[in-house]
């Protein structure tokens, strides 16, 4: 089934989200920006789990990056 603009839908998978947030972040100032100016602090529990994508989309989200 078409979707209501007459395109044919796309399906993506979860491991294809993440990859073009962390791409949209990466590229996008103004977005980037956004998302930085949003949050004073950014907790990640257990960073040494993620992804190196996830960690791309939490650093271009991150008003600063530290570790601690």
Same mark, same amino acid.
């Given at each position: 089934? $078409?979707?209501? $603009?007459?395109?044919?839908?796309? =399906?993506?998978? =979860?491991?294809? *989200? *993440? &990859?073009?947030?962390?791409? +949209?972040?990466?590229?996008? $100032? @103004? *977005?980037?920006?956004?998302? #930085?100016?949003? =949050?004073?602090?950014? +907790?990640?529990? @257990?960073?040494?789990?993620?992804?190196?994508? #996830?960690?791309? +989309?939490?650093? &271009?989200?991150?008003? =600063?990056?530290?570790?601690?």
């Amino acid at each position: 089934t $078409d979707m209501p $603009d007459g395109t044919s839908p796309r =399906f993506v998978g =979860f491991d294809d *989200l *993440l &990859a073009e947030s962390a791409n +949209i972040l990466e590229n996008n $100032d @103004e *977005l980037r920006s956004m998302w #930085q100016r949003r =949050f004073e602090y950014m +907790i990640v529990d @257990e960073a040494q789990d993620l992804t190196e994508v #996830q960690w791309h +989309i939490v650093n &271009a989200a991150s008003p =600063f990056s530290r570790s601690c």
